[in-house]
Nanobody
Framework: QVQLVESGGGLVQPGGSLRLSCAASAITFSSYAMSWYRQAPGKERELVAT????????KYTDSVKGRFTISRDNAKNTVYLQMNSLKPEDTAVYYC?????????????WGQGTQITVSS
């Protein structure tokens, strides 16, 4: 059973930056694409970004293009989400999950997520 642990969340002012990390427990990490999803209060969970298993392609939802960057380090079984120019509408709980490109077919269960709050 692969376990995913998200970290790096917190409170940040509009325009600020955060870097999220997601550490996976199993050695099959590099066999999967990885996706970041987020869920804002009262809203459905939405796909934010996906990266291929090799890390050679990425895909973003329109609202974060140019601001967020997904990356991975397969040697460390970790996927990252660098978030710049944060906006209040980015406030949500962020989750990582194994996926199949481009990120709508998911494997395993959700972790506990990490809360991002963008507020002045």
């Amino acid at each position: 059973q692969v376990q995913l642990v998200e970290s790096g969340g917190g409170l940040v002012q509009p325009g600020g930056s955060l870097r999220l990390s997601c550490a996976a427990s199993a050695i099959t990490f590099s066999s999967y694409a990885m996706s970041w999803y987020r869920q804002a209060p009262g809203k459905e969970r939405e796909l934010v970004a996906t990266i291929t298993s090799a890390g050679d392609s990425t895909k973003y939802t329109d609202s974060v293009k140019g601001r967020f960057t997904i990356s991975r380090d397969n040697a460390k079984n970790t996927v990252y989400l660098q978030m710049n120019s944060l906006k209040p509408e980015d406030t949500a709980v962020y989750y990582c999950i194994r996926s199949r490109w481009p990120g709508t077919i998911l494997f395993g269960s959700w972790g506990q997520g990490t809360q991002i709050t963008v507020s002045s």
